[in-house]
């Protein structure tokens, strides 16, 4: 076993063991406490099989995530321990990197694709530019329906200002 599995075998152990009470120094409840030391060290190697495969998943993500560095951190070991997973667990340790090297990436999209279009001979759309008007304003009173007229009379009983 690597000197790392037994590190995070060691955190889990320590995370999940109960208080000993003077009961468990009888031989039979001797025997019991190693049965179950026995069950807790089956489930933190489960508990550690998960939190590798976690950690290969979020590189794909995260590039930068390496395992047992992250364990160093006490916080990050607490989350570990109380059921975060592993990529979650290391956003919320290193919040404060990601987020700007986020929007900094999508601001390279943005602009790289404002480029490309510029380049193939288009160019950026503003706002209001794209054709056609928001709504179709008829000017004449005399060809307005009887409900257009009655919505323009409610309009303007609410203050709106209405022009012909």
């Known amino acids: 076993m690597k ?5 995070f075998l060691q955190i889990f152990a320590e995370a999940s063991q109960a208080p000993a009470s003077e009961s468990e120094h009888s031989t039979e409840d001797t025997s019991q406490a190693e049965v179950s030391k026995e069950t807790k060290m089956g489930e933190a190697e489960g508990r550690y099989a998960a939190w590798v495969r976690q ?13 047992e560095r992250e364990t160093q951190n006490p916080t990050f070991r607490r989350m570990l321990v109380s059921g975060v997973d592993v990529g979650t667990a ?18 390279r999209a943005v602009e790289k694709k404002l480029m490309n279009k510029m380049l193939a001979g288009g160019a950026p759309t503003e706002n ?36 012909f």
């Open 90 to 107: 290391y956003l919320a340790c290193h919040k404060d990197e990601i987020l700007p090297m986020a929007m900094q990436y999508a601001a």
């Open 3 to 7: 000197d790392n599995e037994m590190d």
């Open 55 to 67: 950690a290969k998943e979020a590189r794909a993500i995260y590039p930068t995530l390496d395992l």
């Open 128 to 163: 209001g530019a794209a054709g056609g008007g928001a709504a179709l304003v008829q000017s004449d009173v005399a060809s307005m329906t009887r409900q257009e007229r009655r919505d323009i009379i409610r309009r303007v009983a609410r203050g709106e200002k209405i022009r």
